[in-house]
Each structure stands twice: as structure tokens, then as C-alpha cells.
């Protein structure tokens, strides 16, 4: 008998109006693992920033922090041995603007059975 095991990576948002806070947590205390975490400006549909996990490695994360105005590249404290910043791309910051739609996309490693991304939107006013 096979087994197979669908999910979507946890994907929870507080927002205000200076600051969103992501919370990737599994059972709300364990990291999530991460093949991309990408976040878009769906005015625009560019990416702004984006982690992407190295190689038959996955991203740790649990929560972090995005504010309207400078964000710093490495937002997402987590092992860069293990990921890699790919945009903006030997930048240090990115910026988020005030009254503009923007969604995150988290995609799961896929170490676990078959998993599907998942997205929410927020926007700061």
C-alpha cells in the first residue's frame, strides 16, 4: 500500500500599517522547509525579492518582519549556506511601498511527498 502526503506550507500574516509579519511556522513552533520564498509587486508582477534554497538543501524559516519603506535584503534570518538571496541580486535592501498590493509565494522543498505553493496578499496603507 502507498501512502501519499499532500500539503502546502504553513503561510500566516499579522499586518499593520507600517508592518507585516509572516509567520512560516509548522504546529507553531517548528520551521517550515522551503525550496522559495518570493515576494511579488502585483501592480507591477515583478519579483522584489525572492530566497531561493541551494541545491538538495531547503529553507528554514520561522517568522519575519517586512515594513513599508527600506527592508533589508536578508530580511529572513536564516543559514545562507543553505540559500541564497537571487533578487535583488547583490543589492542590500528592497523597498515596499505604501498602498501597493503585494503577495508572498512560499514553495515548499518537496522532501515530504508532493506539495503545492501557497500565497497571501497584503498591502500597507
Not at 499586518?15 to 517548528?30: F, P
Amino acid at each position: 500500500m502507498v501512502i501519499y502526503f499532500f500539503s502546502t506550507p504553513p503561510l500566516e500574516m499579522r499586518t499593520t500599517n507600517e508592518k507585516v509579519v509572516i509567520n512560516l511556522q509548522r504546529l507553531g513552533e517548528y520551521n517550515s522547509a522551503l525550496k522559495k520564498l518570493t515576494l511579488v509587486d502585483c501592480i507591477t508582477e515583478k519579483i522584489v525579492w525572492e530566497l531561493r534554497a541551494k541545491e538538495n538543501k531547503f529553507i528554514a524559516l520561522w517568522t519575519f518582519e517586512l515594513a513599508a519603506g527600506a527592508n533589508s535584503s536578508h530580511v529572513a534570518k536564516n543559514d545562507l549556506k543553505q540559500s541564497e538571496i537571487t533578487n535583488p541580486k547583490n543589492a542590500r535592501s528592497f523597498e515596499l511601498k505604501k498602498n501597493n498590493l503585494y503577495k508572498i509565494v512560499a514553495q515548499p522543498s518537496g522532501f515530504i511527498g508532493w506539495a503545492f505553493e501557497t500565497s497571501k496578499k497584503f498591502e500597507f496603507k
